[in-house]
């Protein structure tokens, strides 16, 4: 079953505490990405990888870091959570190109910083 | 001002209405557009998904772009309760990876 998964699912930690959320697709696809999303401003990019070792920026870069060692898996890494990255976090992977590309979004993880 | 507007709702319809949502975009790049449903405490799934200007249609489901007024719709025939969920589009640019997302219409589909 082609599918992206994301753990932990729900995660509740401390200010300044390193935390570490996983992605991974079996779908074998090139882009990856990472979106927060919050009430009333819908998902916001906020790292996304076109391929192995190449990653960029998206809408809401700090305060965070991701890395694309393999091309299955995209972690995302907050190295000192603050209260203000208290958020959903959804992984994404898509295959394609333009009309074709389709893009899969993993379960989310819901992510509380006290 | 953001990029992409979209009403958040909520909106709620009684079983069998037509639905209307829509979206403003203010970035006249943009060449794709999508519609994406998200169940409460689930990932969004891709609906719909147009290019440039005119019409899609995809059995309950119509997608329209008009890309001089840039502004998008989605049209839902005969809801039904399971239709019950969040509405986002979603859009970006020709060269572009990116999505740029509204914020969501909540709607509700009364039995």
């Known amino acids: 079953e082609a599918q992206v998964t994301q753990n932990p699912r729900y995660l509740i930690t401390v200010t300044g505490k390193k935390l570490t959320v996983t992605c991974s697709q079996n779908m074998n696809h090139e882009y990856m990405s990472w979106y927060r999303q919050d009430p009333g401003l819908g998902l916001r990019q906020i790292y996304y990888s076109m391929n192995v070792e190449v990653t960029d920026k998206g809408d809401v870069p700090e305060g965070y870091k991701v890395s694309r060692k393999e091309k299955r898996n995209f972690p995302l890494i907050l190295e000192s959570p603050s209260p203000n990255q208290t958020s959903l976090y959804f992984c994404?992977?898509?295959?394609?190109?333009?009309?074709?590309?389709?893009?899969?979004f993993g379960p989310g993880t819901r992510l509380l910083v006290l | 001002q953001k990029e992409v507007e979209q009403d958040p709702g909520p909106l709620s319809v009684p079983e069998g209405a037509i639905v209307s949502l829509n979206c403003t975009y203010s970035n006249s790049a943009f060449q794709y557009f999508m519609w994406y449903r998200q169940y409460s405490r689930k990932g969004p799934e891709l609906l719909m998904y147009t290019y440039s200007s005119g019409n899609k249609e995809d059995g309950r489901f119509t997608a329209q772009v008009d890309k001089s007024s840039k502004y998008i719709s989605l049209f839902i025939r005969d809801s039904q309760p399971s239709d019950s969920a969040t509405y986002l589009c979603a859009m970006r640019a020709g060269s572009a990876r990116q999505l740029t997302f509204g914020s969501g219409t909540q709607l509700t589909v009364l039995p």
């Open positions: 994404a992977s898509s295959s394609g190109q333009g009309y074709q590309e389709t893009q899969y």
